[in-house]
């Protein structure tokens, strides 16, 4: 599966402005923080979204299970979206979703624009020639 559909898949999750949260990779229904892998977890960080997505592929056998280089892969293209951004909760992904300043708006705008480099990557990476 391509990496910009893992991203799309992600931001499946958290479309909704319901379906986001900041703080904690995952809460219930009730707010309550939870594991992202629980079935009751109904609210996703940006960087939970992109373990869910992942997880639902696993668990449907479209990706193996010794999945972290694509997670790394699909933080990377986040975090190359959000640029250089730090703040007092710290750096990169998490600290951007968990910002005081940060709406939910934000956050798919950044989806976007890593979905975006993701299909440009994958489209320059067929255009180039194999050395056989």
């Given amino acids: 599966m391509k990496d910009s559909e893992l991203l799309v898949l992600a931001k499946a999750e958290i479309t909704s402005p319901g379906n986001w949260t900041k703080d904690n ?27 869910k997505a992942l ?11 010794g999945r972290f280089a694509t997670t790394s892969r699909l ?35 950044v989806f976007d624009l890593a979905i975006k480099a993701a299909k440009q990557k994958e489209e320059d990476d067929q255009s180039v020639p194999s050395v056989s």
């Fill in 25 to 51: 990779f995952a809460r219930d229904e009730s707010g309550k923080p939870i594991d992202v892998l629980d079935n009751r977890a109904c609210q996703f960080c940006s960087m939970g979204a992109v373990h």
């Fill in 55 to 65: 997880q639902r592929r696993v668990d449907d056998g479209i990706i193996e299970r």
């Fill in 75 to 109: 933080f990377r293209l986040l975090e190359k979206s959000i640029g250089v951004y730090e703040n007092d909760i710290g750096t990169g992904v998490a600290a951007f979703n968990d910002s005081e300043d940060t709406q939910h708006d934000d956050v798919i705008a």
